[in-house]
């Protein structure tokens, strides 16, 4: 008996159970009845693991507490020491409105996260009433009569039917092997089948399997990314700037004479206000509303910030068939050696194929309708004593049977023609079938060689069995709007290479296609050395074997190329977890889906391209948050350094009432808590915001993106300080003739106060509208959230000006006093104005870059092509030869004896 690998055979297990389990084991041939597995399930719960809850209330505490929380609480104890409770007031809303909508936001990310998730969840194939259904892997029962074949993800430990397998269990044991297991050996949860086809019996489920990890093959989703990082290192610069500049403030603050306590608040809220507090929140929520929006068009990620990352993509290598090809193969006319008919060729393919509905892949399929529809064949006769399934490594299956009549037994074996050439080890043959194969090709019909065994044991070749596969009818259209979108698409195939050329042509895809033999040994020195630059140039690649998907993902991404991959078979794995955006494909193994990043509900590349287009909406949202994020804090940062440390009030003449002034210029506490509250909400908005996708792919400049938001930041930074040496020009006492022009009084201190708050806040709220254009503001309108935000936030600073009476707590010397309707209407156009001037020296400053970036021989950053929703519009609806095809890697994988006809004595 041989040993398990893991140190425990399936009589250790079955030492273990009840002689009550070991009978619920001894499942019949029919597999359970449904009343038998419902009786099961309502005793032993779900083939899951039991998920930790989290109080809610604990969870909803969890927002108030953290570093930016932390600095709150601690400006609300400085002004409770100060009995400051409008301030104390006003801060704990702002402390309670952060945490709420975090929680709030990222409830309702957590909601459309499990959504997807679920759409993830695993299935089984199990045999129920004598019929095979698939079902959820989490409905699974003790005793039920699974089927495993290549590609699936293990749902629940097994015990083996007749055959072998060959499992990966590198994510349960680290063991990177794949290592074999025999009828009546135990497979654990969680195991990846590499190789083998066979039925099992469920030994346990849920808590109960040895490695039990159901919960981790929903691909959880994975918030942190490479716009997170990006976010951290805009965050980490604001808070170093900010706490230089703050700390200066408040050593000048206090050395002026100003209270410590009270320095300290202003301080401590300036420091959170320039800090993006809402920074977790706008990245969970807009990539959650990005992956729900995805979800509806039949792509699910399994990985949230690998929306970012497909917004940057700039290559796409795409499996032919079922992806760029129907995947619904039609027989043509065979090509038959010597005496044999097509019966013969029909009957020997049909041999070697799945008859079973439930385990048919497309060839099998179309071979057993053929035989048992067009040729009437039946094979009652012969019954099946082992078969060994489709493997990308041997390109073929085979099958051993034997006539219950006769008592004689045969192999037949189909698959890659030439395998099965090579298997015949007929010189004579070779020629003449290799010639029709590429004949065939060029036509673009796939052959399938079948060959059977002699008397002697050897192989003899049958015939040739010609396939068509059609393009679909998107898939032309669907390249070329990729192409637009600068998307370099690559056909990755293991069929021959005039087929891939013929598809090619077919598909105006281009016609570099090259033999995947350029990435073997067989490769010659200037292929060697000129390898980087013919992968780059390939508009495809033929005959290629699993290890070639990958060598040629690490290839494009060593040049620098941000890379996406479809695959659907369990040997596209690797490659899908090594591409930057690994998709899987409908109909895709379940090992596929675990590895990708986005699994494809649709058939086709058209639901990617829409993929594309919804991502890089999803990237200028979050590029227009980061332009305005940190415009806002350059503003209020600069402003207040250069108006608290270089600007005394005293020196500025004022007679009469409410003329106190401070040595230092400060807003109170509350305007600026209020700023910050009104700020947040239009930041949020910016997440369901009206954008255009670039034509081109995406990708962070952050140097960019802070010339651009401190420009923005700047010119609301000299209007405001304008505005405040202007006012206190204009104090009692000394009437301003600017003002006087206006007909507007003079100010008292207070009035000053309530003016640059007012002022402040208008620029801020502005600025967002500069900040989502890379243009003229007026070029493309707001989303309607962020447009009613904006008239909230604008309107309720507005009343605040107008009819100001909150200084119940505030220093007399900051109390701030309502100002004129005259005045307000008149500040209301001078932000605007500076709003406009913003607007062109944005503009010109990008025009002065583009002619930078001209000048440097690159294309202009901000004047590209963009893309609209009709782009999404499918007009077809969505819906050189060799010698011989014969290498050394088909002699390799015809001499390569499959395990499975290993049979256990």
Known sequence: KKIDDSGESASKNESKMSPEEL?????????????????????????????????????????????????????????????????VGVLSLLQ??????????????????????????????????????????????????????????????????????????????????????????????????????LEAIVSATGARTFFGRTSALVGSVNNSGNFQKVILRVTMFL????????????IVAISKGTDFLDALSICVVLLVASIPIAMQVVCTTTMAVG?????????????????????????????????????????????????????D????????ARRDAGSQDAIDKCVTD????????????????DFIPFDPTI???????????????????????????????DPSIEEEVSSMVNDLASRGYRTIGVAKSTEEGKWDFVGLISLSDPPRDDTKETIQKAVYMEVSVKMITGDQTAIAKETSRLLNLGDRIYNSELLSEDATAVQREMLDSIIEEADGFAEVFPEHKFAIVKMLQEKGNRVGMTGDGVND?????????????????????????????????????????????????MLNYCKYRISCTFQLLMFFFVAMVAIDPKNYTCHGDNCDRPKVFALPVITIVIITLLNDGTIISIAYDKVTASKKPEKWDLPLVFIISSLLGFVNFISSLILLLLSLNNMKGHHSSFFKAFDIDTFDYGEVLTGIYLQVSLVDFMTVFNARTQSFFFTRMPGKALACAFLVATTVATLFSLFWDFNFDTPKKRHLHKISARYTFWIWGYSIIFFLLQDLLKNALLKILDAYYAKQGQESKFQGAVLTDTFLVFSSGRGGARGSIVTRRSVAAAQSQARGSMVRT
């Open 573 to 621: 794995a690797p490659a899908l977890k090594k591409a930057d955006v690994g998709i899987a494909v409908e109909g895709a193994t379940d090992a596929a889906c675990a590895a990708a990043d986005i699994v494809l509900t649709s058939p086709g590349l058209s639901v990617i391209i829409e993929a594309i287009y919804r991502s890089r909406k999803i990237f200028q949202r």
């Open 291 to 343: 992956a729900h929006a995805l979800a509806e068009k039949q792509a699910i990620c399994s990985r949230l910030s690998a929306i970012e990352e497909l917004a940057g993509m700039q290559i796409l290598c795409s499996d032919k068939t079922g992806t760029l090809t129907k995947n619904v193969l039609t027989i043509h006319d065979p090509y038959l050696i010597r005496n044999y008919t097509e019966k």
């Open 96 to 197: 309670f409105v952060n945490g709420f909508v975090g929680w709030y936001e990222e409830k309702n990310a957590g909601n459309a996260i499990e959504a997807l998730k679920k759409n993830m969840a695993p299935k089984a194939w199990v045999k129920r009433d004598g019929s095979w259904k698939q079902i959820e892997a989490r409905d699974l029962v003790i005793g039920d009569r699974i089927s495993i074949k290549l590609g699936d993800i293990i749902a629940a430990d097994s015990i083996l039917g007749p055959g072998y397998l060959e499992v990966d269990q590198s994510a349960l044991t680290g063991e990177s092997l794949a290592v074999t297991r025999y009828e009546g050996e135990t497979v654990y949860q969680g195991s990846v089948c590499k190789r083998g086809d």
């Open 370 to 385: 053929y035989a048992r529809d067009k040729m009437h064949l039946n094979f009652s006769d012969y019954e099946e004593e």
């Open 345 to 352: 060729l029909i009957f020997y393919a049909a041999l070697a």
């Open 239 to 250: 808070l170093v700037v900010s706490s230089v500049l703050v700390i200066i403030i408040l």
């Open 23 to 87: 009978a619920e084991l001894n499942t019949p041939e029919q597999g359970l009845t449904s009343t038998e597995a419902q009786r099961r399930f309502a005793r032993d719960g779900p083939n899951a693991l039991p998920e930790k809850k989290v109080n809610p209330c604990i969870k909803f505490m969890s927002y108030y507490w953290g570093p930016m929380p932390i600095m709150i609480w601690a400006a609300i104890i400085i002004e409770i020491i100060n009995l400051s409770w409008l301030d």
């Open 395 to 425: 390109k073929r299956t085979e099958a051993t049977v034997r006539n219950i009549k006769t008592g004689e037994t045969l192999k037949a074996t189909k698959g890659a023609p030439q395998v099965a050439l090579a298997m015949a080890e």
